[in-house]
């Protein structure tokens, strides 16, 4: 399968530890984005790379979060002294960028984090 | 601002009934809009997606969705559910500029009734 992997599926943690959570996208894709999608709702944007370049970030995204990626392939997303608050779905996607016909994200299965 | 409105959270429908989600946009150039399925432990799956050109357009498993400018409205349409189609149905926005931020609706979640 090709498609865009997560890792880890779940992540139970207690709050203040911190955790962090990998993406892989699809190989060819040089855009890379992460979501959180709490209970009920739809996911929320929280920032996007264009190969190693994080180019824009939500307000959601507080100063315990960051992102990287460092050669343009995968992607981490590290949360500092998490809180309950954090527990959420985190979604990766990654798409081909580059024209509004490859503009279509593809989405991976997700880490659920719950903070204990 | 761009949102999106889906304002149903909850539908059940027959299996082998015909299916329609509403969807509201809020944007002031021409958007990209898309639906996504997410079913229970999967990821978000695309629909469809439109861009530009004809406003009715098809997707995956049976779907189609219409897009109506003067209604600012995405709707997803399929006219005979299976009792697989149950699962969270998002709609969503992105920029006609730029794709690198989407913005979904809260989602309404189908139940097939046998």
């Known amino acids: ?116 | 601002a761009q949102s999106v409105t889906q304002p149903d959270i909850h539908i059940t429908v027959s299996e082998g009934a015909s299916l329609e989600l509403r969807c509201n946009y809020s944007y002031g150039a021409t958007p990209y809009l898309f639906w996504y399925v997410q079913s229970p432990g999967q990821g978000l799956q695309l629909l469809l997606k439109y861009f530009s050109g004809d406003t009715l357009v098809q997707g995956i498993k049976g779907f189609e969705a219409e897009f109506k400018r003067s209604q600012s409205s995405f709707n997803l349409r399929k006219p005979s559910v299976h009792w697989s189609d149950a699962a969270e149905y998002f709609c969503a926005v992105g920029a006609y500029s730029s794709a690198s931020k989407i913005i979904f609706g809260s989602g309404t979640r189908l139940s097939i009734r046998p």
């Open chain 1, 1 to 116: 399968d090709t498609g865009v992997s997560q890792d880890p599926r779940h992540k139970i943690t207690k709050r203040g530890q911190n955790v962090t959570f990998r993406c892989d996208p699809i190989s060819e894709h040089n855009r890379l984005y992460w979501y959180r999608q709490t209970l009920g709702q739809g996911p929320e944007f929280l920032t996007y790379f264009q190969n190693e370049a994080q180019l824009e970030k939500s307000r959601l995204l507080s100063d315990r979060f960051s992102a990287e990626r460092p050669k343009g392939s995968f992607s981490t997303l590290e949360i500092q002294r998490t809180e309950q608050g954090d527990s959420a779905m985190y979604l990766c996607a990654s798409s081909l960028g580059g024209g509004f016909s490859q503009e279509t994200q593809y989405f991976g299965p997700g880490t659920r984090l719950l903070v204990l």
